[in-house]
């Protein structure tokens, strides 16, 4: 009998063990990048300022008195805005990541399928209601985001041909209509007090953040990422189609309802806190999947840590780059854009598009 290379189990554990040294070293670059966010701006601080600073906080001593201004940036400033920077990156890939192999679609992200205008317009109406309280702004990001993913995915079921054609035009169509939803609570909005707010909020940035903020989005985020790394598996099977995931013992609606409401979830309090972040849900998937294959088991952990990576970098280039600070979502779309299209070109002929 001759032997078969394609059942040689070298490579596959050739694969893993690349993945997980891959793994490691994002995991690495990430937290260097985290402490070394934490030091660049305007305002300078040095590592040995940095590391006082941090032990003064941890034995509860007093802080030099020539650091107390750094102090103050670096508790109250840099260290939230550098945690929800990693959070939201990670959030945002993930949630892209599993809206393309739910849907089986490689073009589908959460700006695409209409998840970021609904919820931008949720977060829009509620800044404009009388009384807008955060959770009120967070309850209707979620609420009409969930409503453009139906919108979109019933679209699709109804004309039901050539279903990843029409999922993508549904998705336009979803992304059309609450766009003109908010286009409408843009024209009767207060133009000194409402409207300004609502067109800084969909230029998205993460200067407004607090530690209020991370209160809510670090649990949400981090409890979506966890239960969609133990369900990476199901996602795989999923991703084959209803009638094989039905022959293995999954049922392919109640899971697909979980994806979508975590997703969703996550992407409704990333755009809650800190509005539109746009092209990370699609092309950090993408960079991920050329790495390490259409794998969930090896895709998603180095999604989400190059989404974190990603957007801690571009936030960084926003807030140094000019005096004035820029959106991030102008950094993103700058970077995101001709790498997507880096990538389209690399994998012409690799069928995954």
Same mark, same amino acid.
């Given at each position: 009998?001759?032997?078969?290379? =394609?059942?040689?189990?070298?490579?596959?554990?050739?694969?893993?063990?690349?993945?997980?040294?891959? $793994?490691?070293?994002? =995991?690495? *670059?990430?937290?260097?990048?985290?402490?070394?966010?934490?030091?660049?701006?305007?305002?300078?601080?040095?590592?040995?300022?940095?590391?006082?600073?941090?032990?003064?906080?941890?034995?509860? $001593? #007093?802080?030099?008195?020539?650091?107390?201004?750094?102090?103050?940036?670096?508790?109250?400033?840099?260290?939230?805005? &550098?945690?929800?920077?990693?959070?939201?990156?990670?959030?945002?890939?993930?949630?892209?990541?599993?809206?393309?192999?739910?849907?089986?679609?490689?073009?589908?992200?959460?700006?695409?399928?209409?998840?970021?205008?609904?919820?931008?317009?949720?977060?829009?109406?509620? %800044?404009?209601?009388?009384?807008?309280?955060?959770?009120? !702004?967070?309850?209707?990001?979620?609420?009409?985001?969930?409503?453009?993913?139906?919108?979109?995915?019933?679209?699709?079921?109804?004309?039901?041909?050539?279903?990843?054609?029409?999922?993508? %035009?549904?998705?336009?169509?979803?992304?059309? !209509?609450?766009?003109?939803? *908010?286009?409408?609570?843009?024209?009767?909005?207060?133009?000194?007090?409402?409207?300004?707010?609502?067109?800084?909020?969909?230029?998205?940035?993460?200067?407004?953040?607090?530690?209020?903020?991370?209160?809510?989005?670090?649990?949400? +985020?981090?409890?979506?990422?966890?239960?969609?790394?133990?369900?990476?598996?199901?996602?795989?099977?999923?991703? %084959?189609?209803?009638?094989? =995931?039905?022959?293995? &013992?999954?049922?392919?609606?109640?899971?697909?309802? +979980?994806?979508?409401?975590?997703?969703?979830?996550?992407?409704?309090?990333?755009?809650?806190?800190?509005?539109?972040?746009?092209?990370?849900?699609?092309?950090?998937?993408?960079?991920?999947? $050329?790495?390490?294959? #259409?794998?969930?088991?090896?895709?998603?952990? +180095?999604?989400? %840590?190059?989404?974190?990576?990603?957007?801690?970098?571009?936030?960084?280039? =926003?807030?140094?780059?000019?005096?004035?600070?820029? #959106?991030?979502?102008?950094?993103?779309?700058?970077?995101?854009?001709? *790498?997507?299209?880096?990538? *389209?070109?690399?994998?012409?002929?690799?069928?995954?598009?």
């Amino acid at each position: 009998m001759t032997h078969d290379p =394609a059942y040689d189990p070298k490579p596959v554990e050739s694969i893993v063990h690349n993945t997980r040294y891959l $793994t490691a070293l994002l =995991a690495f *670059l990430l937290a260097g990048l985290f402490l070394f966010s934490l030091m660049v701006g305007r305002l300078d601080i040095r590592l040995s300022e940095a590391m006082t600073i941090v032990g003064s906080s941890l034995f509860g $001593t #007093p802080v030099p008195e020539a650091l107390l201004s750094k102090a103050q940036v670096f508790t109250l400033i840099r260290f939230p805005r &550098g945690l929800l920077a990693v959070f939201v990156g990670m959030g945002l890939s993930v949630s892209g990541a599993v809206y393309q192999g739910l849907f089986r679609n490689p073009l589908v992200s959460p700006d695409i399928l209409g998840v970021s205008a609904g919820c931008t317009f949720g977060a829009a109406l509620g %800044l404009i209601l009388p009384g807008n309280s955060f959770l009120l !702004v967070r309850i209707l990001s979620f609420v009409f985001g969930l409503a453009a993913v139906c919108l979109a995915v019933g679209i699709a079921r109804m004309v039901a041909v050539r279903p990843i054609l029409v999922l993508i %035009l549904a998705g336009l169509v979803a992304t059309s !209509v609450f766009n003109a939803l *908010l286009m409408v609570l843009k024209y009767i909005s207060d133009p000194y007090s409402d409207l300004p707010a609502i067109v800084f909020w969909i230029m998205g940035s993460l200067s407004r953040v607090e530690w209020n903020d991370l209160y809510i989005i670090m649990p949400t +985020i981090g409890i979506g990422l966890i239960l969609i790394h133990m369900c990476r598996y199901r996602l795989n099977v999923l991703s %084959l189609g209803d009638l094989q =995931a039905r022959s293995l &013992g999954i049922n392919p609606t109640l899971y697909r309802i +979980i994806f979508i409401t975590i997703s969703s979830l996550m992407v409704a309090v990333t755009v809650s806190t800190c509005g539109q972040v746009c092209w990370i849900g699609l092309v950090i998937p993408h960079i991920a999947r $050329t790495v390490v294959g #259409p794998n969930h088991s090896r895709m998603i952990p +180095i999604t989400m %840590l190059i989404g974190g990576i990603f957007l801690l970098a571009a936030d960084m280039l =926003a807030r140094s780059i000019t005096s004035a600070e820029l #959106p991030v979502s102008i950094i993103t779309a700058l970077a995101g854009a001709p *790498l997507f299209v880096y990538l *389209l070109y690399k994998n012409r002929r690799s069928g995954w598009i």
